[in-house]
């Protein structure tokens, strides 16, 4: 049987994401009812870290341990990655040794290097390109308050970054529409291969009449020489009440987390009663143990 990985949105279908995101609700009931499922027991993660994360290892370390399995943590000082060992040497060893292998890192290159040279799933935690374990707690989230996506609008506000480009590739699965709301220039260089994609520099414009709003940092991680020129090229695209007010009554506001309170968003929206991100925050838990399970257990 081929190796499973995860790598992008694309590694699932529609019909398989659709299943992985029911099972994903299905856990969370069975973690607040405390019961007892440990399909993974003997099953061991390695999860390596090129960029720092709470929510990412937190997540997937009480996942692995709530399905019976356990997790190791592996920083840039702990792996051969950062030392120059060819990433086709460390997959090779790592995979004799673990059941799966979570990687956080930089260039979206090293993954699929990675997953090309191990024997075991691989699992994108964060590249510079795509956060698809974000999008899987996003989509279970969405559902769980208003059920199917298919044919909603979906408002970006912000950066054509890797959060970005994971809800392109939901929105052409799922089939919705997604408004990417941010100035010229800062736009997914790739957007013309997503129809229901589309670019707005006017912030309203891609606010009006939205289901969902959706935002994060305006200056990810390596970009930190960047800061004030992003602050000032994106300041017209915070998402704050006014901005909110433009979309459907019954809109949610989404994001990924960490939050820059008074930059992306105000505090007003962030912790008003359209937010649902501690929601979103937790599904990261359920959302991966059902993906976890869709990797191992067949194996």
């Known amino acids: 049987m081929p190796i499973k990985h995860f790598l992008t949105l694309n590694d699932l279908d529609r019909d398989e994401l659709a299943a992985l995101l029911r099972r994903a609700d299905s856990l969370r009931d069975l973690h607040r009812d405390h019961a007892l499922h440990e399909p993974l027991r003997g099953k061991v993660l390695g999860m390596i870290f090129e960029k720092s994360s709470t929510r990412t290892r937190v997540s997937f370390e009480a996942g692995m341990a709530q399905l019976g399995g356990s997790a190791i943590f592996l920083s840039p000082r702990d792996s051969q ?30 993954v699929e290097r990675f997953a090309a040279a191990s024997a075991v799933p691989v699992i994108n935690g964060l590249t510079d390109d795509h956060h698809p374990c974000q999008l899987l707690a996003d989509l279970q989230t969405w559902q769980s308050h208003h059920r199917d996506i298919s044919g909603r609008t979906v408002a970006w506000m912000g950066d054509g970054n890797n959060m970005c480009r994971s809800w392109m590739q939901a929105a052409e699965m799922m089939e919705f529409n997604l408004r990417i709301g941010c100035p010229a220039g800062y736009a997914p260089a790739d957007l013309a291969e997503f129809p229901r994609s589309q670019h707005l520099t006017d912030p309203a414009a891609a ?93």
């Open 207 to 299: 606010a009006e009449g939205a289901d969902l709003i959706v935002t994060d940092v305006w200056a990810s991680m390596g970009m930190e020489d960047e800061q004030q020129a992003r602050l000032e090229a994106f300041s017209a695209y915070q998402v704050n009440a006014e901005l909110m007010q433009l979309a459907s009554p019954k809109a949610l506001f989404m994001h990924c987390l960490p939050a820059h309170r008074g930059e992306e968003v105000t505090a007003e929206v962030i912790d008003g009663p359209q937010s649902v991100v501690w929601d979103e925050a937790e599904n990261r838990l359920h959302a991966q143990k059902a993906l976890l399970e869709h990797l191992l257990i067949t194996l």
């Open 81 to 110: 990655l950062g030392r120059g060992e060819p990433i086709e040497d460390t997959a090779r060893v790592l995979s004799r040794m673990v059941d799966a292998v979570m990687i956080r890192t930089f260039a979206h290159e090293n």
